[in-house]
DNA sequence: CATTAATAGTTGCATATGCAACCAAGTCAA
DNA sequence: TTGACTTGGTTGCATATGCAACTATTAATG
């Protein structure tokens, strides 16, 4: 905490305080550890789990590759969290008809079980977020959000970190 | 992508389309993994060297703990961050006399030059991304970002997922 | 002082992830 | 049909991370 940081010579120093990215990172990471706590802890569940899980719960059955594209979450994860989901009983695979590399995934009765806890449980937790933040904000935040997770990051193949 | 999901009996159900923390996250992946190639193709660098560079290129020299309150990283992530710049020769550490403990972490110049430079970047990249939003939202987001990430996860510790 | 309770950092271990290579089923064209 | 190419998924391997346990130093308390 010494010496003030020298200017840049030329424009203006960046300021990572004002980094988009950055203020993004920490408001997902401030809510996501917020809400993780649901899913990790009640049901042992990483957060690409739970992710493929709603995403099940939401739009019914489909094939991993669906869920790759509609939640840009990448193949391997997918893959290890159908694995994982699986194994844990909350949804099954079946070989689709069509295509016999494709495999159908539904949630099992036990699946849709956990998603409409959890599912509660996050629209109250959505809820208490909005509120804090009031309603106008939150709506006008949730077209900023998908337009920059549309186009921010265009050009790039899906996955995390 | 078969039957249309029951509705949850009680309240509505559960849209992870409209679900903050999610979208938070969507976003946040997309601009971060964006820009990310400039730090990881470059300079080799991970998201916390990256962050933690930035810190110090903001802030001036301080010590691990300080980077920790003020970012909002996780312990150990910072402590190997910082072993990482310093292997590369970005930051040098130095015993703190009034506390033996503590380590004063400051850039070397060669740090310093590496701040300047993903600096310059990260500003050209954060206008282009404010430009496609619009000024005006994009000053509001930032203030909800904030509170997000103020308040979004209070209670809870930090460090990412 | 002597003991006990923080605190700054580091490290071990188990897990999650990214990437590239890989398998198997499909497609397309000669 | 055969051979080249694409595509749905999985796996191996190296890396990043979270958590808990641990060291060294300082603060607090008797």
Redesign the pocket.
Known sequence: MNDVPKQGEAGQEFDLEGFLPYLLNQAAEATSRSFQASYKADYGM???QWRVLANLGKFGAM???DICRISHI????V?????ALEAEGLLSRATSPE?????ILSLTDAGRRVFRDLGQRALAYDAALRERLGQAFATQIDMVLRMIAAQGGNDL?P???
């Open positions: 990483t957060r690409t094939t991993a590759r990448e193949k391997t994860k893959s290890r969290a159908v694995a295509d016999r590399r494709a495999e193949p996955g995390d970190d």
